[in-house]
């Protein structure tokens, strides 16, 4: 599988950034950390916005940079798609001219990306001849995103893409930045330092603080992580599992997904059969069950673990991170806890109070 | 007013050549030097600064004397060229590049700081060269900085005087332009061939501000 090498050290006056990253060069790579951590900075080594003495990186086989030998590929000779924080469209010209920029820049047989797809993917037809100044917020991001497809990049980097939305927005955008990726089968790395956003579009989130990685992993194994799951702050998400539909129980208003063997209900979505579905579970929403379970109870997700890990996290409280094919994490009292005699290596059954869908995360 | 003679016309179109000529030099000159100011983080950089505004200060016969000294057949730019350039329009319009220098150069650095890089960088994203993206986004954007630049050096060259008559002489047809002629009527007390010309002059120096002015507001570049 591709792969993205890189290595960057670079000095400024109040700032240092010393990283080492290597990642497959497939999925939605999340930058997370907080501000002035490096997330900028990184992006735009990759791009060759910034150079360092000893720089490297490499897409898949190209090298892109490697100073060693003198080589740094200027950012237009690099098959990237850069969306900043800010849309940055050029203001002389109207939205369409904005679009064809990049798309009349390349050589037509490099031409993966149709107009027509990319303007239906962002819904934006309706703004091709408008100025820039004319549009909203949103629809110049948009327009933005449009217009680094249009030049068929192999890597796209984003730069807090949604930072300057308001939250409706964000809603808007961020299901098609999941879509793009799918359709078009672009690698993405997304700068972000907000929760909301990594737990919606991540497949693998790289942490950083102080201009290093602090630690790099799957959404799920980061989430969970005893090490690192205080970094995503007080959202106390227990995990997020990646399902599909199993099948539709209309007449209950539910959908049923499968993941891993094992089954979960949802309140009754669109989706056809077979579909991925992102879900999300509070880790206060998980309870635990040892022995039986064919006493009636009126939950109806009910998942088989096993006890990894017990961390106590206050006087009253612990995490109690399971497997059900994936990590998932459980908070209950104390008490239960010394109740139950619950010890890692145990198997136990996760009672799930509630399941929450991908759109449903953002109030 | 009176009418104006054979040579006041030839030096009408003396001066017309001479500031046409000095803003394109300034033009291609000006835009790199504009853009290293605006960008540089070197520490020369309010040195360079200090010697382009130069200019505005100096009274005109301290520069001319020395642009004189340089252009003369003893000076480095005399050498250069084996012959002396002094009291010719060569010598003038190099003359006139350096004294009407802070005019195209203030302007551009200026648009060039207000467009900054950011506009720079998305048009590499998107696999503009370098030039490319200067030519096709960074000089629209900045379009308000090049025509204060060319307006402004260009009516600064028409109506400079000291260095011109220091450098040029007033020979007619090669070196006397406007300004000097009108010099020329009053020492031979024409007042009203002066009159018209100072008239032309001030008139005209006046729309061309008042276009600069109205076009600026009018036609204001929207830069989000």
Same mark, same amino acid.
């Given at each position: 599988?591709?792969?993205?090498?890189?290595?960057?050290?670079?000095? &400024?006056?109040?700032?240092?950034?010393?990283?080492?990253?290597?990642? @497959?060069?497939?999925? %939605?790579?999340?930058?997370?950390?907080?501000?002035?951590?490096?997330?900028?900075?990184?992006?735009?080594?990759?791009?060759?916005?910034?150079?360092?003495?000893?720089?490297?990186?490499?897409?898949?086989?190209?090298?892109?940079?490697?100073?060693?030998?003198?080589?740094?590929? *200027?950012? &237009?000779?690099?098959?990237?798609?850069?969306?900043?924080?800010? *849309?940055?469209?050029?203001?002389? &010209?109207?939205?369409?001219?904005?679009?064809?920029?990049?798309?009349?820049? %390349?050589?037509?047989?490099?031409?993966?990306?149709?107009?027509?797809?990319?303007?239906?993917?962002?819904?934006?037809?309706?703004?091709?001849?408008?100025? %820039?100044?004319?549009?909203?917020?949103?629809?110049?991001?948009?327009?933005? +995103?449009?217009?680094?497809?249009?030049?068929? @990049?192999?890597?796209?980097?984003?730069?807090? *893409?949604?930072?300057?939305?308001?939250?409706?927005?964000?809603?808007?955008?961020?299901?098609?930045?999941?879509?793009?990726?799918?359709?078009?089968?672009?690698?993405?790395?997304? =700068?972000?330092?907000?929760?909301?956003?990594?737990?919606?579009?991540?497949?693998? =989130? =790289?942490?950083?603080?102080?201009?290093?990685?602090?630690?790099?992993?799957?959404?799920?194994?980061?989430?969970?992580? @005893?090490?690192?799951? /205080?970094?995503?702050?007080?959202?106390?998400?227990?995990?997020?599992?990646?399902?599909?539909?199993?099948?539709?129980? @209309?007449? &209950?208003?539910?959908?049923?997904?499968?993941?891993?063997?094992?089954?979960?209900?949802?309140?009754?979505?669109?989706?056809? %059969?077979?579909?991925?579905?992102?879900?999300? +579970?509070?880790?206060?929403?998980?309870?635990?069950?040892?022995?039986?379970?064919?006493?009636?109870?009126?939950?109806?997700?009910?998942?088989?673990?096993?006890?990894?890990? +017990?961390?106590?996290?206050?006087?009253?409280?612990?995490?109690?991170?399971?497997?059900?094919?994936?990590?998932?994490?459980?908070?209950?009292? /104390?008490?239960?806890?010394?109740?139950?005699?619950?010890?890692?290596?145990?198997?136990?059954?996760?009672?799930?109070?509630?399941?929450?869908?991908?759109?449903?995360?953002?109030? | 007013? #009176?009418?104006?003679?054979?040579?006041?016309?030839?030096?009408?179109?003396?001066?017309?050549? !001479?500031?046409?000529?000095?803003?394109? $030099?300034?033009?291609? $000159?000006?835009?790199?030097?504009?853009?290293? !100011?605006?960008?540089?983080?070197?520490?020369?950089?309010?040195?360079?600064?200090?010697?382009?505004?130069?200019?505005?200060?100096?009274?005109?016969?301290?520069?001319?004397?020395?642009?004189?000294?340089? !252009? #003369?057949?003893?000076?480095?730019?005399?050498?250069?060229?084996?012959?002396?350039?002094?009291?010719?329009?060569?010598?003038? $319009?190099?003359?006139?590049?350096?004294?009407?220098?802070?005019?195209?150069?203030?302007?551009?650095?200026?648009?060039?700081?207000?467009?900054?890089?950011?506009?720079?960088?998305?048009?590499?994203?998107?696999?503009?060269?370098?030039?490319?993206?200067?030519?096709?986004?960074?000089?629209?954007?900045?379009?308000?900085?090049?025509?204060?630049?060319?307006?402004?050096?260009?009516?600064?060259?028409? #109506?400079?005087? #000291?260095?011109?008559?220091? $450098?040029?002489?007033?020979?007619?047809?090669?070196?006397?332009? !406007?300004?000097?002629?009108?010099?020329?009527?009053?020492?031979?007390?024409?007042?009203?061939?002066?009159?018209?010309?100072?008239?032309?002059?001030?008139?005209?120096?006046?729309?061309?501000?008042?276009?600069?002015?109205?076009?600026?507001?009018?036609?204001?570049?929207?830069?989000?």
């Amino acid at each position: 599988m591709n792969r993205l090498v890189a290595h960057f050290h670079v000095r &400024y006056p109040t700032f240092q950034l010393s990283i080492a990253l290597d990642v @497959p060069a497939s999925d %939605i790579t999340v930058l997370f950390g907080p501000s002035g951590s490096g997330k900028t900075t990184l992006l735009r080594c990759l791009a060759g916005l910034e150079r360092s003495s000893d720089g490297f990186m490499q897409f898949g086989n190209d090298v892109w940079q490697d100073e060693t030998r003198g080589l740094c590929l *200027p950012l &237009y000779q690099r098959p990237i798609g850069y969306v900043f924080q800010e *849309p940055r469209l050029f203001p002389h &010209y109207n939205v369409r001219a904005n679009l064809l920029y990049g798309y009349n820049r %390349i050589l037509a047989a490099e031409r993966r990306i149709a107009i027509k797809q990319v303007v239906e993917i962002l819904g934006i037809g309706h703004l091709l001849e408008r100025r %820039i100044h004319k549009l909203s917020g949103g629809e110049q991001q948009r327009v933005a +995103i449009g217009r680094a497809l249009l030049t068929s @990049p192999q890597l796209l980097l984003l730069d807090e *893409p949604l930072a300057s939305l308001d939250i409706q927005r964000k809603q808007e955008l961020l299901p098609f930045i999941r879509r793009l990726h799918k359709e078009l089968r672009i690698p993405v790395m997304y =700068v972000s330092h907000a929760v909301n956003e990594i737990l919606q579009l991540a497949d693998r =989130v =790289v942490l950083l603080k102080e201009g290093t990685i602090v630690g790099i992993g799957a959404l799920n194994e980061m989430l969970t992580s @005893p090490q690192f799951r /205080r970094n995503f702050g007080s959202l106390r998400v227990g995990g997020v599992l990646d399902a599909r539909v199993a099948n539709q129980e @209309p007449e &209950y208003g539910l959908t049923r997904l499968e993941f891993k063997g094992q089954f979960l209900f949802v309140s009754l979505q669109s989706a056809s %059969i077979g579909e991925a579905v992102r879900v999300h +579970i509070m880790s206060s929403d998980v309870s635990l069950v040892v022995g039986r379970t064919d006493c009636p109870t009126s939950i109806l997700n009910i998942l088989e673990a096993t006890i990894l890990e +017990i961390r106590e996290t206050d006087q009253s409280s612990a995490d109690v991170l399971l497997d059900i094919g994936a990590p998932l994490v459980a908070s209950i009292t /104390r008490k239960s806890l010394v109740n139950l005699g619950l010890k890692p290596g145990q198997r136990v059954f996760a009672h799930i109070k509630a399941v929450a869908l991908n759109e449903e995360l953002m109030e | 007013m #009176g009418a104006l003679t054979e040579l006041d016309l030839s030096a009408l179109w003396v001066s017309l050549r !001479l500031a046409t000529m000095t803003v394109i $030099v300034l033009l291609i $000159v000006g835009t790199p030097l504009a853009w290293w !100011l605006a960008h540089t983080r070197s520490r020369f950089r309010p040195i360079v600064e200090a010697a382009v505004a130069l200019p505005i200060v100096l009274p005109p016969t301290v520069m001319g004397f020395y642009i004189l000294v340089a !252009l #003369g057949p003893y000076g480095p730019l005399g050498r250069i060229a084996h012959l002396s350039l002094a009291f010719t329009f060569t010598g003038l $319009v190099i003359a006139s590049v350096f004294y009407s220098m802070p005019f195209v150069i203030q302007p551009l650095q200026n648009a060039f700081e207000a467009v900054g890089k950011a506009p720079l960088e998305a048009a590499w994203s998107l696999r503009a060269s370098k030039l490319d993206a200067f030519l096709t986004v960074i000089s629209p954007i900045a379009l308000r900085g090049y025509i204060s630049a060319i307006v402004l050096g260009f009516a600064h060259t028409l #109506g400079e005087f #000291g260095v011109v008559l220091m $450098v040029g002489g007033s020979i007619p047809g090669q070196t006397r332009v !406007l300004s000097t002629t009108i010099f020329e009527h009053v020492e031979v007390m024409e007042y009203g061939q002066a009159h018209t010309i100072s008239a032309f002059m001030l008139t005209f120096s006046f729309l061309v501000l008042l276009a600069v002015y109205t076009a600026n507001r009018r036609f204001p570049i929207h830069v989000s």
